[in-house]
């Protein structure tokens, strides 16, 4: 993940400030279903806690906001606060070889409205010397690639605490750098448009028999896949042979996992959601340096079976072909503006209502390749990842990561929506379609 620079001047937006429409579409979202998510990095040796939370605190004072709530004013209307002096939280907890289920339910814990600052720190201390550390968001506070890099930099300053950390400004909400092409109100009635006209040639997206939507509790779970170095590069190649790439590969063995879940040999409609980055589309591009909800969503509707590799490059062309049209850039202008409902019961109800005829979708949020450690440390990192619970309308969420040439995959679900026996043969043949595709 190769930084872009920064043009300057560049001014960050100071606070107080008004949420943009997409973090105020992520923090009525938290209310219909947790968007909570998790950065995590696993690994081994030497990581003393006293040295981690002085990490932690620095890093604090060295972005705008990891030093930052989410209020109400006068009018309802949401609201960024300066909350300096709060610190973020750091817990530890004991576990065994089951790190994922803590993890999984400490994510889905809300952080309310007032409530400050909107990051929160967990470690895990697993058997044999092994640890996870894992940085939680509020997503309206930052998104996978800047979660990310944030927690790279607080375990090379816990392995170099000598080093001073050098403030950053922040950055504007994403919102002010889009392009003027797609700021105006005649583009996104043009693009309400085409999407309607697109989803009709399609007609009812099917639902998975055993996914229930609208199950009271959340249990959130995840299971981690991983694609080792060798298993990676061979992936890479068969790629770059059938002219896609590593999400539309992933992607498609996630969709046709799906489809033969059905358990019969009917076509059948089927959605895929991709969190993309807008970073590199802006006026001015920015980098990761600084936590920032920079991500959209972007999705694509396939009719299938469908042959793998054909399957594997029509969602690789898809998400460009969308992206290079502005569609995540206009993703938000498919709702009433986020940022004009109220803050209180009856506009989150509005809200929910809004989403609830969102159809149901399985969903791959790729953050690519993530840079090495830029120094040297006492402790080892093995891989680098993330994790969201997926919402109602969400069969799965996979979360994936490429770190040191080795790709981690998160591969979410609710239990309560859709049940262990059942998801736990779908992640099998996902991981099976990629061990078959590396071949």
Request: with cysteine.
């Amino acid at each position: 993940m190769s930084p872009l620079p920064v043009a300057i001047p560049l001014q960050p937006a100071s606070l107080p400030r008004r949420l943009d429409s997409a973090e105020a579409f992520f923090w009525f979202l938290d209310h219909v279903s947790a968007m909570n998510f998790a950065v995590i990095a696993e690994g081994c040796g030497d990581l003393d806690d006293e040295v981690l939370r002085a990490a932690l605190d620095q890093a604090q004072q060295a972005h705008p906001l990891l030093r930052a709530g989410i209020t109400a004013n006068a009018e309802q209307r949401l609201i960024w606060f300066p909350v300096p002096d709060q610190p973020l939280t750091y817990t530890v907890i004991e576990t065994g070889l089951d790190w994922q289920t803590p993890l999984a339910e400490a994510m889905v814990q809300s952080f309310p409205l007032d409530s400050a600052p909107l990051v929160r720190m967990l470690r895990l201390n697993r058997d044999g010397g092994r640890w996870t550390v894992a940085l939680i968001f509020h997503h309206s506070a930052g998104d996978g690639r800047s979660g990310c890099r944030l927690l790279a930099d607080i375990l090379v300053s816990a392995a170099h605490p000598e080093r001073p950390v050098s403030p950053h400004p922040g950055y504007p909400p994403i919102h002010e750098l889009y392009p003027v092409d797609y700021t105006s109100a005649a583009a996104a009635e043009h693009f309400k448009a085409q999407r309607k006209e697109e989803l009709q040639r399609y007609g009812q997206f099917d639902e998975l028999p055993g996914f229930n939507r609208h199950a009271p509790t959340t249990q959130p779970r995840f299971q981690t896949l991983r694609v080792e170095p060798d298993q990676l590069n061979q992936l890479a190649d068969r790629c770059r042979a059938a002219g896609t790439t590593l999400h539309g590969v992933i992607s498609a063995a996630q969709l046709l996992a799906l489809h033969r879940a059905f358990g019969d040999e009917q076509p059948h409609t089927l959605g895929l959601t991709t969190p993309a980055d807008l970073r590199g589309y802006l006026r001015e591009p920015l980098d990761d340096a600084s936590p920032l909800l920079g991500a959209t969503l972007v999705t694509s509707v396939y009719r299938l079976p469908a042959e793998f590799w054909t399957l594997a490059r029509a969602v690789s062309s898809d998400l460009k072909r969308q992206m290079q049209r502005g569609d995540g850039f206009l993703f938000f202008s498919l709702f009433p503006p986020p940022a004009e409902f109220p803050a209180n019961p009856e506009g989150i109800a509005a809200f929910t209502r809004m989403m609830a005829i969102a159809p149901q979708v399985s969903m791959v949020s790729n953050v690519g390749r993530l840079a090495p450690l830029s120094a040297t440390t006492p402790f080892q990192v093995e891989a680098f990842s993330f994790a969201l619970c997926p919402m109602n309308s969400h069969v799965l969420f996979t979360a994936v990561g490429t770190f040191n040439n080795r790709m981690t995959l998160n591969v979410n679900f609710d239990a309560a929506r859709l049940p262990p026996e059942q998801a736990m043969p779908i992640i099998a043949d996902l991981e099976a379609a990629l061990i078959r595709a590396a071949e």
